[in-house]
């Protein structure tokens, strides 16, 4: 497989369904579609900020992911093996951690909104 059309189907991939998730959010709390926890499944306003948060840090992540596999394709001679997919996988795993982090910052863990100091 050419190193590009790797690249494009690993990162670029990542990178259109964080582009999918940031064009159409999940409106209403599901168990197919969005971020889901059982956190921010606790009520609609933990759920809106969780998508939101997670929506702007994976399209973020991911196109940081996708511009690096360029990266990688057009700027080192070495074979790519398994560099993209652990682009991928810190793309989430960042996305993850910060929306978590979001969520534990502005929510208690019943799900009501903490007062800020």
Known sequence: MSPIIYVLTTNGLLFLLSIIFWKFPSKKINNIYGYRTH???????????ANTVFNKNLIIYAGISLIAGMFFVNFTNAELTWQPMV???LSVLVSIIK???ALSDNFTDEGKKKKKK
């Open 39 to 49: 956190k921010t499944m606790l009520n609609q306003n933990i759920w809106d900020f």
């Open 99 to 101: 929306t978590e982090r």
């Open 87 to 89: 682009l991928v996988l």
